[in-house]
């Protein structure tokens, strides 16, 4: 595929236009499933919205992308109140509930698509595509629901954000104000199915949930804010959404959501390692430094140990007597000086006043920083 | 040996082999490990595929399991960072892998026998006809060796390793003080379901195979709390959903390992609505006697701490403690079923036995032994709320 293409192709622009939309919305509503805790209830709705598409087919035998969406809504909302249902009213748990209504939703709808596949008339032809994804099959009405309902969504995130940042992190406090709390969760799980449902037609029943947590938990890494956190989800969720439909474009045999899943998983792995603030890199940089402060810090405390029994502070000793003292390097000792605690003559070291009164103080909580 | 039986003896020992593993993934509540390990296996099966091309040989199994193996590791490894919580881990960890597995596929599809849709749900139709064949003997479908040895040997781990795993299920700590290392034995159930999801993988594929694992524990674990009973009656229903699946799928003319997935939801639904003590009537009805049975213990409370006539009428009862027409009518039975209450011209006066029973339950609401209620219950009532 040449650059070029991606202008002058219709389909194509087309089918990187809704990607694009799709990775946005996913990864704006994801937020709200990372942070509640939600992250697998999404895989758990989207595989058991199969069923929904192979029935909605079954019973209209139309094949139009919006029928088979509804039916997939009903089946993957059916399953979700099921979860509950379970969590609540057993002692199974929920890790339990959710693999159950995985597995067995999705194992009904391989049912109902193996029958429909015996069936004479070869109509049925098709739908496995939403087993893995093909956006190569969205046609411009699609994108222009996709558009919609993210539209929507974006409208009611921004009518409700009070109340849905409120329930996120404090439940109880947004309880007591009187909001009705059971109305905003119901929201809010509302429009993660809706994402789920919208996305299936172009990443699959199977991979669906990375869409949706993979930008979330990307950009979770870069921020302590919701606002920005949302935004930057969807900005990674567009990308991911452009970057895997033009490689899978490039390369004929290719599924979407695949694609488009490990996109989203490369984000996912630079921001775990190289964010600034809770970054796996930084925060080794940050370990390392500190043990480099203590060990310094023990060794001037172990000076101020020899030091403390003579009477002249800046008395001379032997650097000699500080081996088998594990703290101590040649690099520290250069350090301690840098910093004029201690002063350097040939083999002898003395302590500064400076020095002296820093170790004095080091285990005084108030002690101004060095 | 026929197909049909070929077909139905692979779908029960692969049933058996899944439920066993199954029961400490749902006690232990990792039942999405599996789900993580049976996605993230395919990248492993893929690499094995081109090295032995063949699906059934030990070393694609091994290396597959290898592969499960790394997901667990790698999802405690994200958890552990801290950036991330534990079912966001498992999340990004496995549609990653699982990813990698479903393009390499596409991308060497010419090449591999293997196509996506036989990832998801296997193809339990054709297992049997895959024979083991040495010096062109045949000795049966290659799939059933495979799945028996992984059962015989999952069997002989489980009776040789029951006490500890029970153990350390039920109470991590103690068993870690007894000196049975938590990590060894977790990572050995890890190894097992990662063996037994990939040898069923063939059969019944990545997510079928979940729910031969989870579904028949999760049954059984609403009829019993008896850790035998529940192992016993999860290769029961795993059985039962085996054959039925098997016969169902025949009738319909459908794909058999989706029909066995079908008939296991069937069971648990079932277990589910009406399992004795803990299935959705037992539950719906216990809360609503409950319900009940508070409000006839406030109804005695509220009559023995007012004496005068007026407070004592029904129509002000209903007034006062605020119910609705139809809850205080079956209050107000119950009360006069278990002569707890005497009533003249519509006023309500305690007997002697709702006194008693008034007076005790407020001694123990008193003294914060509310639990006591319960037993009591069962010395004054002789009807149920």
Redesign the interface.
């Known amino acids: 595929m040449e650059l070029i293409d991606f202008f002058t192709d219709y389909t194509l622009r087309t089918i990187t236009l809704g990607t694009a939309v799709l990775g946005a919305i996913c990864g704006m509503l994801g937020s709200f499933a990372?942070l509640r805790?939600?992250?697998?209830l999404?895989?758990a709705i989207s595989?058991a919205a199969l069923p929904g598409i192979a029935l909605a087919f079954l019973f209209t035998g139309l094949k139009d992308s919006n029928v088979l969406l509804l039916g997939a809504l009903i089946s993957g909302f059916i399953g979700t109140v099921w979860i509950r249902?379970?969590v609540t009213?057993?002692?199974?748990?929920t890790?339990?509930a959710?693999?159950?209504i995985?597995?067995?939703?999705?194992?009904?709808?391989?049912?109902?698509?193996?029958?429909l596949k015996?069936q004479p008339d070869a109509n049925q032809a098709g739908l496995?595509k939403y087993?893995?994804g093909q956006a190569a099959t969205l046609v411009q009405s699609d994108v222009i629901v996709m558009i919609i309902v993210t539209g929507i969504s974006l409208v009611v995130m921004l009518l409700f954000w009070k109340e849905f940042k409120l329930l996120l992190f404090d439940k109880n406090y947004a309880m007591t104000l009187g909001f009705n709390t059971r109305f905003i969760d119901g929201l809010i799980s509302f429009f993660i199915v809706l994402a789920i449902v919208i996305g299936l037609q172009t990443v699959g029943v199977?991979?669906m949930?990375?869409m949706l947590?993979?930008p979330a938990?990307a950009a979770?890494?870069w921020t302590n804010s919701l606002g920005t956190m949302v935004i930057l989800a969807a900005v990674f969720g567009t990308f991911s959404g452009v970057f895997g439909t033009g490689i899978s474009a490039s390369?004929n045999?290719?599924?979407t959501?695949?694609?488009i899943?490990?996109v989203a998983?490369v984000f996912?792995g630079v921001s775990?390692i190289f964010s600034p603030s809770?970054g796996?890199l930084f925060?080794q940089i940050r370990l390392i430094r500190n043990r480099r402060d203590l060990e310094l810090k023990k060794t001037l405390y172990f000076m101020y140990g020899i030091v403390e029994k003579h009477e002249d502070i800046s008395r001379p000793h032997s650097i000699k007597i500080l081996n088998g003292f594990q703290g101590f390097t040649r690099g520290t000792l250069k350090t301690l000086s840098d910093k004029s605690w201690i002063t350097i003559k040939g083999q002898d070291w003395s302590l500064t006043e400076e020095g002296f009164q820093t170790a004095a103080n080091l285990y005084n909580t108030n002690m101004p920083e060095s | 040996m026929n197909a049909e039986l070929a077909i139905i003896l692979i779908a029960c020992l692969t049933a058996v082999a899944c439920a066993i593993p199954g029961v400490f993934l749902?006690l232990r509540?990792?039942?999405?490990i599996?789900?993580a390990i049976s996605?993230s296996i395919l990248p492993g099966i893929v690499i094995g595929f081109f090295i032995t091309e063949d699906l059934a040989s030990p070393w694609l199994i091994l290396l597959a399991a290898f592969s499960g193996i790394i997901t667990v590791v790698l999802v405690e490894a994200?958890q552990k960072?801290g950036?991330?919580?534990e079912?966001?881990a498992?999340?990004?960890v496995f549609?990653?892998l699982?990813?990698?597995g479903?393009?390499l596929i596409?991308?060497y599809?010419n090449d591999i026998h293997l196509d996506?849709?036989a990832v998801?749900?296997g193809r339990l139709e054709y297992a049997a006809f895959d024979k083991l064949m040495i010096d062109h003997v045949s000795y049966g479908p290659k799939s059933m060796w495979t799945i028996s040895i992984t059962l015989v040997i999952t069997l002989a781990l489980l009776f040789a390793f029951y006490k500890e795993l029970k153990l350390s299920t039920f109470d991590i700590g103690l068993s870690s003080a007894l000196g049975f290392s938590p990590v060894v034995l977790h990572y050995g159930l890890m190894s097992v379901a990662s063996v037994t999801t990939v040898v069923s993988f063939d059969a019944v594929g990545a997510?079928?195979v979940?729910?031969l694992?989870?579904?028949p524990?999760?049954a059984a674990?609403?009829l019993t709390t008896d850790l035998k009973k529940m192992i016993v009656l999860s290769i029961l229903f795993g059985i039962m959903s085996a054959i039925g699946g098997y016969y169902f799928?025949v009738w319909?003319?459908?794909?058999i390992?989706?029909?066995?997935?079908?008939v296991?939801?069937l069971i648990?639904l079932l277990v589910?609505l009406f399992a004795p003590t803990?299935?959705?009537i037992a539950?719906?009805f216990r809360q609503k006697r409950q319900r009940t049975e508070v409000s006839l213990l406030t109804f005695l409370l509220h009559l023995n701490n007012h004496d005068s006539i007026e407070e004592r009428r029904v129509a002000h009862l209903h007034e006062h403690i605020n119910w609705g027409k139809v809850r205080a009518k079956t209050v107000l039975e119950l009360a006069q079923k278990n002569n707890m209450i005497t009533m003249q011209d519509e006023v309500v006066s305690l007997t002697n036995k709702g006194l008693k029973f008034t007076e005790k339950a407020l001694d123990y609401i008193i003294t914060n032994k509310d639990e006591q209620i319960e037993d009591m219950k069962d010395d004054f009532f002789l009807f149920r709320g």
């Open positions: 990372v805790k939600q992250s697998l999404g895989d595989h249902g379970i009213k057993t002692h199974l748990k890790d339990t959710l693999g159950l995985l597995s067995l939703f999705f194992g009904f709808g391989e049912l109902v698509l193996s029958y015996k496995d087993l893995f199977v991979l949930s990375a947590l993979a938990a979770r890494q390369y045999n290719l599924s959501g695949p694609v899943v490990l998983a996912v775990f809770r796996v925060k | 749902v509540k990792m039942a999405l599996s789900d996605h994200i960072t950036l991330v919580k079912d966001t498992i999340g990004l549609p990653a699982f990813s990698i479903v393009l596409a991308i599809a996506t849709d998801l749900v997510i079928l979940v729910a694992m989870i579904a524990a999760a674990y609403l799928a319909l003319d459908a794909s390992s989706g029909s066995i997935t079908t296991l939801g648990f589910y803990k299935g959705l539950v719906l």
